[in-house]
């Protein structure tokens, strides 16, 4: 049985750019959450989506966004990339709301140049 | 703001050990405490969590102990292995919650 899945698994980027991420969640769950974790520190949240609707949201810049599709599959876009953006970033999700239980993506590693 | 604070921030240990990590939290709506074990170049992994209506929890080697007076939750790690070696975040969320509110992880690294 599939799990998280997330790509691509690594990116590198040149300041300035835009960055589309990709989480597919696991088969029956609804939920997915964004996590940012930066090396040596705990993910902090992005964003979470439930039944394609956001449902909350981080302390992170408009840079960020997110969406939430039909097949509950999600994208997180970052534009105008900072230095400070090279990071981890992690797809978790769960069956739903709560949001207890939740079940993270190996992550994207990127790296802005 | 910490919103969870975990200690110590890495920890080596004997091969058969006890590995003991540490978390305080502040928020009392916080109502669901997993553990994350994560290896380098992975996600978090879902090891073990608790709910603040019981006081200790067991799964195999691993047992989470709660005190809600104190606001304080840790892990213990009983007859630790080498392929214990990971970095463990502790995480507290409200079940009406959105989001985790995760530590700041514990490298830990048994020795054989």
């Known amino acids: 049985d599939a799990g998280v899945t997330q790509s691509p698994t690594h990116l590198i980027k040149t300041r300035g750019q835009q960055v589309t991420l990709r989480c597919s969640p696991i088969?029956?769950?609804?939920?997915v959450s964004w996590y940012q974790q930066v090396l040596g520190q705990g993910p902090q949240f992005i964003f979470q989506y439930y039944e394609k609707e956001e449902r909350g949201r981080g302390n992170f810049p408009d840079r960020f966004s997110a969406r939430q599709f039909p097949n509950y599959s999600s994208e997180l876009n970052v534009n105008a990339l900072l230095l400070g953006d090279s990071a981890l970033y992690l797809c978790?999700?769960?069956?739903?709301?709560?949001?207890?239980?939740?079940?993270f993506g190996q992550g994207t590693r990127l790296t802005v140049v | 703001q910490q919103q969870v604070k975990q200690s110590p921030q890495s920890l080596i240990v004997q091969k058969g050990g006890i590995s003991i990590i540490n978390c305080a939290y502040e928020?009392?709506?916080?109502?669901?405490f997993p553990w994350y074990q994560q290896f380098p170049g992975k996600g978090p992994a879902l090891l073990i969590a608790i709910r603040p209506d019981v006081s200790e929890k067991k799964e195999g080697r691993f047992t989470i102990s709660f005190n809600k007076s104190a606001k304080q939750f840790s892990l213990h790690i009983m007859d630790s292995q080498p392929g214990d070696s990971a970095t463990y975040f502790c995480a507290a969320t409200k079940a009406t919650g959105n989001q985790f509110y995760f530590g700041t992880g514990t490298s830990l690294t048994v020795i054989p």
């Open positions: 978790a999700s769960s069956f739903g709301l709560p949001n207890t239980e939740a079940f």
């Open positions: 088969s029956g769950h609804k939920s």
């Open positions: 928020n009392t709506a916080f109502d669901y």
